[in-house]
Structures are given as structure tokens and as C-alpha cells.
């Protein structure tokens, strides 16, 4: 959507958002939506733990107001409202920008790709990902979008209904995945992707209308009762390790002193950091406790059918990197990034 359609919207979103300011108005505030919902366990655990830590890095000079998915605007158009300065950044989740430029498919979800969030986090980090988010960034809205970092912070379980022990059982299975890059990869390996709501995936698994499903992180899973009804969950996950990206205004950025702008660099990966080892601890202790239970079984894939969903899911990765230059950018950095930490020869 472009600037012009979206100045009302925007600008009604903007008088709605209250501003948190310290004593004397000394604190200045970085006004952020994310994709996290309210109630998440990610959304509290940041704005409890995190946003006081931002205070005490930049000597109570500079603070964060993470607001929830859809309090200002819409998800899918935090980078206008950046952009306009009706947000001054954006913590969410890079696919959902896959429409403006194929690249953000690749930086936001590279399925199958790597092993664990770590690794994932290491390519934003140290590989090249967040440089490729930046070009991608600054053709779609040329110096309007400062890209702090990326990453992920969990890896995603898959909920299947019918025992999936390895590539060869996903053939012939239906399961629940968005349009794009996911259901490439899952039609590829001989599944049926059918794109449904994630508000209706229990409904589908329990009506045997699909028997897998592209859901969530375990510990959401479960708080959602999937394994009551598709009790042969895989963890670790096989798929998705959904990207989240940092960004915040060009304009208010240059605003900030060098010492915020290293404060808010450094802030960014340390609270990933943590949130990511917060978010396995969780997923863990539920893991221990459910292959205690008779009537689930979890289920981890081999590495050697791990590999093998690999190699099926880099044939639709590169047909994805061919429809932008970017796309084609941010997948060779992957791959050098791969080839470096071993996960690919």
C-alpha cells in the first residue's frame, strides 16, 4: 500500500498511541509495534524484563514501548508506518513483507534451513543477513528503514496427527501451510500444503481435513491444546524458524546519540539471546513432560532425514531467489553462511 493511501490511517493510529515519557521529560521513547500478540509469553517477558534493561543501558535517557500485533496499524504495514514516522520501529516478522520484494521470503523463513535459532541468528548476525535485510529495505523504501538486527527466537514444532518419522512418511499427508516458499517446500517433499487460518487449524486436525500442521513453537502448541487431538508431534521442529526483524526510522535514528544507537545495537541481541534460551527452557520442561505421557509421542527426525528435507527444500529455495535480484542476494549469503558453519557442502 503507498504513502498517500495510508496517511489517514496512519495519522488516526498515531493520536491513538499514548507516549511514555520519564521525569521531566529527559526519557525519549521508541514507540514499536510487533507482531506478538498481547498475551504472548514473548510479548510480557520483553516488555517486563527487557525494556528496563534499554532504560539501564542508555543511562535512563532512552526507553521502548513494544506495543502489541495491530494496535496502530495493520502487521503488514509497519514499514510505511515507520517510514512516516507514525511508529518509530517495528519488531515483527519478516515474511509478512514477502509480497514487496521476494527476498524478504528468504531472509524471513528459509525452511529447513538451519538446525536451531542459533545458527539462524548467527547468519543476521555475523553472515550477512542483516546487511541483505538492509539492501532489500532500501530498494522497497529507499532511506526510510534503519535495520538494527534479526533473528529468530524459537524454532517452530510441527503438530501432526499421524506418526511422521522421516521425509519419506510426509507423502500423501495434508498439512496446514501458508502460500510461498513453505508450501514449495512441503509439495516438493509429497505433502498436500492447504492454506488455512491458523484460527481454524484445530478445527481442521480435529476434522481429519488436514493431518499435519505449520503451527507454532511448542509450548504455544500446547497452550493450544494441539496435542489433545495430533498427538505425534515433531521437536525440534523440521520447518520454520520464523525471522524477526528490529528497525527503526531512518529519521529517528539519526537522531540518537552514538551511545544510543550502541545501546540499542547491543540491546537488541542480548534480549534475543536470552529470549531464545527462555523459550527452549519453556519448550523443554514441556517436551520432558509429554514423553512421559502414553498418549503422545514426540518425535525426532534423524539427522540423515533432516539432511534429506535439506536438500529438497534448497531446489525451492533457489527457484524462489530467481524472482528478485535481492531474493537471489539473500539466498547466496545463506549459502556462504551454510557453507562456512558446515550445514551445507
Known sequence: MGFCKLTKTLAIGLAAVPLAVGAAGAMDTLRVQSSFNSGDIAYKYLNEKWVPELEKMTADTLTMQIMPNGSVVPHRET????????????????AYFTGRNPAFAILGDLIAGYDNPQQTQGFCRDGGGEDALQETWNKVLPDKVHVVGCGPYTREALVAAVPIRGVEDLKGIKIRSP?????DVFRRAGATPVNIPFSEVYTA???G????ADA???MNNDANGMHKIAAYPLFPGIHSQATMQFTISQKKWDTLTADQRKAVDEWFYKAWDDLREYSQEQDLEIVARDKKNPKIEVIDWPQ???DKFRAIAMEAWKAFAEKSPEARKAL?????YMKKTGLVK
Open 205 to 207: 486436525l480435529q476434522q
Open 209 to 212: 481435513i488436514v493431518q499435519a
Open 179 to 183: 502460500e510461498g516458499l513453505a508450501a
Open 304 to 306: 540423515p532425514d533432516r
Open 332 to 336: 547466496d549469503a545463506h549459502l556462504a
Open 79 to 94: 514499514p510505511e508506518a515507520v517510514a512516516l514516522g507514525v511508529l518509530d520501529g517495528d519488531l515483527t516478522a519478516i
Open 216 to 218: 507454532s513453537a511448542y
